[in-house]
C-alpha cells in the first residue's frame, strides 16, 4: 500500500469530520476504523442532543467549538437532509439551590455567546412542559437546543469523506506504531489488524482508544474512563409528552437525566452516569433500570405508564481534564484529538478545522482543491418530514418505496436497497438498522427481522 498524507484513527463523528475536511485539500487521507462499520462506537449511542454550548465552561476550547459546531452541523444538515428540530429545551429547578444557581447558568450562557436564555417561575415552566412532575420551582429555557439524527450525521460525514477520495479502512486495529527503519523516511507504519498502513501525518480520534493510541507515539497525558450511560427508549405514543428537551441543572458529573423527545417520534429517558474499567462493556443493568424509572417518576410519572420499546447504553470517553485535549506534535507529525466527550456530537466539524489549521501550522502542506463533490443527500430518517412511505410522487417513480417492510417503524424495501447500495453500505443488521431505523421499533425486530435478514443476505 502506499504512503498517505494522512491517517485518521477512528470512524465516528469527529473522525469522520476530520477526514472530511482533510479530503478538501491536496492529501490523500486514509480513515481507520477498528470496527466493521464507522458509527459503532460512542458515536451510535448517545442522547442525539445539538447543543447550543450555554452550559460549557466559559474561555474553554470545548465552548468555542461547541458553539462553531453548532451552525455548522445545522448548516451541513440543511444540505444533506439531516434530519435536525429545534424543539428548544428547559432547564428545570426542583430544590431551592437548583433555582438559585440559574442566575448563574444564565450568566454563563451570555459569556458563551448565547443570549437567548430566560429564568421562569413555575407557573410558566408548567405551562411549557404541562406534564411535568409536581414540584418545580422555576426553570431556564433555552429555546435553540435541537435534536439530531446522529446516525445520519455520522454517516453523512464519513460518506463525504469517501465521495472526496478518502480510503475508509474497516476492520483495522492500531495495534502498535512505528517508525521506518530508512532514516530518511518520515512516514509512520500503523501496525493494524488487517495489515500495515503507512502515512506521513496521523491524527488519534480512536475516541475510548485514544489514550492508548497515545502512548504508542509516545505520550502519557491521559487516562480515558468509560463511562457508561444507560437510556430507556419510550414508545412513539408518548411524543406528546416531551414537546422539548427537559434538562436538569446540571452537576460536576455532567447534564444529568433528562427527558427528550427524539426525531424518530419517540422519548428517552436518561442516561446514568457510571464509571466502568471495561472499554466494550455496554450492556445495560437493573440498578441502571431502577435508577432511571426513579428519576422519570420525579421528573414525569406519566411516562412512565407508557411502554419501553428499547433500552441501551453508550460509553462516553471520560478523562480527568476538564477541556478537550486537541494537541499537535509536529516532531512525530501528529495529533492528539481526545477527551472528546458528548458535545463531539455537535462540536465535530468545529473540532475537524480546528485540527487541520493545528496540523497546517505544525508543517501539513494544506493546498486547497479546486473542485469538491456536492455533500451527498441522505435519506431521511426523521418523522417530522417527509418518509418514503408517505411520498406517492416517490412511490409512483419506483413502488419500492411503497412496499413496507418494517411496520413499526414504516421502513420500505426501496429505503434498504438504497443503504445496501450505499457508498458506505451496512455490514449487518445493525448498520443496516441505523441507516433505515429498520427492527427500531416496537418488536425490536421480531416481525420483520427475518425478511430484512433475507435481503440483506439476496444482496450479498
Not at 498502513?197 to 507515539?217: E, H, K, M, P, S
Not at 441507516?435 to 427475518?450: D, I, K, L, Y
Request: a negative charge; proline letters at 5%.
Amino acid at each position: 500500500m502506499s504512503t498517505f498524507d494522512v491517517a485518521v484513527i477512528g470512524a465516528g463523528i469527529v473522525g469522520s469530520a476530520i477526514a472530511r475536511e482533510l479530503a478538501g485539500y491536496e492529501l490523500s487521507v486514509a480513515l481507520l476504523e477498528a470496527r466493521d462499520d464507522v458509527g459503532d462506537g460512542t458515536s451510535k449511542a448517545n442522547t442525539a442532543i445539538l447543543h447550543t454550548g450555554f452550559d460549557a465552561k466559559p474561555g474553554t476550547l470545548e465552548s468555542r467549538l461547541v458553539r462553531e459546531g453548532y451552525h455548522l452541523l445545522y448548516g451541513y444538515a440543511d444540505r444533506t437532509g439531516i434530519p435536525v428540530e429545534r424543539t428548544g429545551a428547559l432547564l428545570v429547578a426542583w430544590t431551592t439551590e437548583e433555582l438559585d444557581a440559574l442566575p448563574g447558568l444564565k450568566e454563563k450562557a451570555e459569556l458563551n455567546g448565547y443570549d437567548r436564555t430566560e429564568i421562569v417561575g413555575a407557573e410558566e415552566v408548567y405551562r411549557l412542559a404541562p406534564h411535568l412532575g409536581e414540584g418545580a420551582l422555576g426553570g431556564l429555557t433555552v429555546p435553540d437546543e435541537s435534536i439530531v439524527c446522529t446516525w445520519t450525521t455520522n454517516l453523512a460525514l464519513a460518506t463525504e469523506a469517501v465521495l472526496r477520495g478518502v480510503t475508509l479502512l474497516l476492520n483495522h486495529r492500531v495495534l502498535s506504531v512505528e517508525k521506518p527503519v530508512e532514516e530518511h523516511e518520515t512516514a509512520t507504519i500503523l501496525r493494524t489488524s488487517e495489515g500495515d498502513v503507512t502515512a506521513r501525518w496521523v491524527v488519534n480520534a480512536a475516541g475510548l482508544g485514544a489514550d492508548v493510541v497515545d502512548r504508542l507515539f509516545g505520550h502519557d497525558r491521559f487516562t480515558v474512563t468509560p463511562r457508561r450511560g444507560e437510556l430507556l427508549v419510550y414508545d412513539k405514543l408518548a411524543r406528546p409528552l416531551a414537546n422539548r428537551i427537559i434538562l436538569p441543572v446540571p452537576s460536576s458529573r455532567g447534564k444529568g437525566v433528562l427527558v427528550s423527545p427524539t426525531v424518530y417520534g419517540n422519548v428517552l429517558l436518561g442516561p446514568t452516569a457510571e464509571d466502568l474499567i471495561d472499554r466494550t462493556d455496554t450492556g445495560t443493568s437493573e440498578q441502571g433500570l431502577e435508577f432511571l424509572l426513579e428519576k422519570g417518576h420525579r421528573i414525569m410519572p406519566e411516562l412512565l405508564e407508557e411502554e419501553v420499546t428499547a433500552a441501551y447504553a453508550g460509553l462516553r470517553a471520560a478523562t480527568d481534564h476538564q477541556d478537550y485535549l486537541i494537541e499537535a506534535d509536529a516532531e512525530r507529525r501528529y495529533v492528539l484529538v481526545g477527551g472528546i466527550r458528548s458535545t463531539g456530537l455537535t462540536a465535530g466539524m468545529a473540532i475537524a478545522r480546528h485540527v487541520t489549521d493545528l496540523a497546517g501550522k505544525a508543517g501539513l502542506p494544506l493546498v486547497p482543491r479546486d473542485e469538491l463533490p456536492e455533500p451527498p443527500r441522505m435519506p431521511n430518517l426523521g418523522e417530522a418530514f417527509l418518509r418514503p412511505y408517505q411520498d406517492a410522487e416517490r412511490i409512483t417513480a419506483d413502488p419500492a418505496y411503497g412496499k413496507v417492510v418494517c411496520f413499526c417503524e414504516r421502513v420500505t424495501e426501496g429505503e434498504i436497497r438504497d443503504a445496501l447500495h450505499a457508498p458506505i453500505p451496512p455490514a449487518g443488521l445493525e448498520g443496516l438498522r441505523r441507516r433505515t431505523r429498520a427492527m427500531n421499533g416496537r418488536c425490536q425486530g421480531f416481525f420483520c427481522g427475518a425478511e430484512i435478514a433475507n435481503l440483506l443476505e439476496a444482496d450479498r
